[in-house]
């Protein structure tokens, strides 16, 4: 079994940053991807960025290039997301999720087999 935790989360004003971090804990973690979502108030979830856990690719919404990064620490089974230049429309919460088989499918939810409980991010105007 594989637990995710995020931590990271809170308000901050338009234009700033933040950055969120994704613990797993379990027997053995070697997921194939790891990534992370958000969904806000009325809206369904979406992706937002992804990382190769054993190689250099990455992937991101196109609404958040340039701005966010995702990297990992594959020694301490994290990854994080740092977010720049944040807008209120970044408002939601944020989850991060493990994907265990070999997809291409890398922005679609049911892809992903654990799910972290989310982190709230407000981005004031």
């Known amino acids: 079994q594989v637990q995710l935790v995020e931590s990271g989360g809170g308000l901050v004003q338009g234009g700033g940053s933040l950055t969120l971090s994704c613990a797993a804990s379990?027997?053995?973690?070697?997921?194939?991807?790891m990534g992370w979502f958000r969904q806000s108030p009325g809206k369904e979830r979406e992706f937002v960025t992804a990382i190769r856990w054993t190689a250099d690719v990455s992937y991101y919404q196109d609404s958040v290039k340039g701005r966010f990064t995702i990297s990992r620490d594959n020694a301490k089974n994290t990854v994080y997301l740092q977010m720049n230049s944040l807008k209120p429309e970044d408002t939601a919460v944020y989850y991060c999720a493990a994907g265990l088989h070999t997809t291409r499918a890398v922005i679609v939810s049911s892809e992903y087999a654990y799910w972290g409980q989310g982190t709230q991010v407000t981005v004031s105007s």
């Open positions: 379990g027997r053995t973690f070697s997921p194939y991807v």
